[in-house]
């Protein structure tokens, strides 16, 4: 059963003088003067974004058909997960078996978070070069092509037998902040289980076994974020994230009711609207790795608009610290050569967070980057000895 997040109902005619303590302590995207952008939010003419664009085509995947053994269900969902990640690496899943009150409490939970006077928020404040915490556009080291959002992310660690999610909340943000912990660590629980689902079903789709994937994930050390897009009086000068490839392996979306995300689809920007009660989901570049290039990571975005603020909450699947990202063998035999280094993870994630900032060549800044840090390793342990 889901968690609630409030301790005690809200006042349905909060006061006054509350509200404006909340406005003047609420992270301010505007200029003084409300018509206009700050300059460190605009991005450059070929970035600028259109909130009506064609929506993306993609396969609505029913995962209990899926699960339930039938091989003509198997068979369809494999072939349209194929397809689909052969190209753009996108798709939707419904009849997912994650309770729908849980994420409707996690939401109550951002709604609460995010209203928060921006003195408590950054109690969780995220540091330069760490992946867990509260960051604003103010709070980092880009000064320009700001992102128009506040996020909170969270460490979920399915080998722990330990309430990572939940200790880190109340560690950072006080024990008057368990009952939030909570919902999260459950949420995280909830879409862990849901992405070895879905690692299974990619696993199928590529011809190797549906265990190969889901053993290689079990024991995941993944990613929680929750965002916070504000309305904006010019949207079509800014962004709410900035055009990129996931470095981690599975996204696993859920998009309340305002339309934002867009994906970069044979040279045009296209939408994936939110559908009641499903999640987004996409290939990441270390799960592209694995497939050997074979499924996609495709550069996709959120755009904000003048109206009203969106909320998404986003599970990324990243595999435990130890594990080398290397494809099986079946799959390179099948499309040779091998394209992509061995690694791990933090290998991939210390250059997103502390030397580059993710757009469609990550990846390819990062095997260079890789070389180069192989080739440093190698010539000090040859360097002789003083």
């Keep these: 059963m889901a968690i609630k997040c409030m301790t005690t109902a809200k006042s349905q005619g909060e006061s006054k003088l509350k509200q ?7 992270v301010e995207f505007g200029s003084s003067d409300e018509s206009m952008v700050p300059e460190n939010f605009i991005w450059p003419d070929e970035f600028k974004a259109r909130e009506s664009v064609p929506e993306l ?26 397809e689909a990640c052969r190209k753009h690496g996108f798709f939707v899943l419904v009849n997912h078996g994650v309770d729908m009150e849980l994420m409707k409490n996690v939401h109550e939970c951002m709604d609460e978070f995010f209203s928060l006077p921006l003195d408590v928020k950054q109690k ?10 509260y960051a604003n556009s103010f709070i980092g080291r880009f000064s320009s092509k700001l992102p128009w959002k506040e996020t909170f992310s969270l460490r979920y660690a399915a080998h722990h037998n330990l309430p990572v999610t939940h200790d880190y909340v ?24 849901l992405s070895l689902k879905i690692v299974e079903l990619l696993g199928l789709s590529l011809g190797v076994p549906k265990e190969k ?18 309305p904006c009086n ?10 990129h490839c996931d470095p981690t392996s599975i996204t696993i979306l859920h998009q309340d009711h305002v339309s934002g995300l867009q994906v970069y689809v044979d040279d045009q920007w296209h939408s994936i609207p939110p559908i009641k009660d499903s999640f987004v989901i996409n290939i990441g570049d270390t799960f592209m790795a694995l497939t050997n290039g074979v ?7 959120a755009v904000v608009n003048c109206r009203e603020a969106r909320k998404s909450i986003v599970f990324f699947l990243c595999p435990a610290d130890d594990k080398v990202v290397r494809a099986p063998d079946e799959i390179v035999d099948k499309n040779p050569p091998r394209k992509f280094p061995d690694y791990t993870w933090p290998m991939l994630l210390e250059l997103t967070q502390k030397f580059y900032r993710s757009d469609s060549n990550t990846f390819k800044a990062f095997t260079t980057w890789l070389q180069h840090k192989n080739l440093a390793t190698a010539a000090s342990s040859l360097a002789p000895s003083l």
């Design 234 to 243: 010019k949207p079509e000068l800014t962004l709410g994230t900035g055009p």
């Design 170 to 193: 109340c560690h950072h943000l006080g024990p008057e902040f368990s009952q939030q912990g909570k919902v999260y660590e459950e949420c995280g629980e909830a879409l862990s289980d």
């Design 20 to 26: 404006e303590m909340k406005r003047k302590h609420r």
């Design 124 to 133: 969780a404040q995220r540091k330069v070069g760490e992946n867990y915490g």
């Design 213 to 230: 994937f889901k053993k290689f994930f079990e024991d995941n050390d993944s990613i929680i974020r929750l965002n916070y897009y504000p």
């Design 295 to 301: 499924y996609k990571s495709c550069f996709h975005r």
């Design 57 to 82: 085509d993609v396969p609505h995947i029913d995962l209990q058909k899926f699960v339930s053994e039938n091989e003509n269900d198997i068979e369809e969902a494999t072939r349209l997960v194929d």
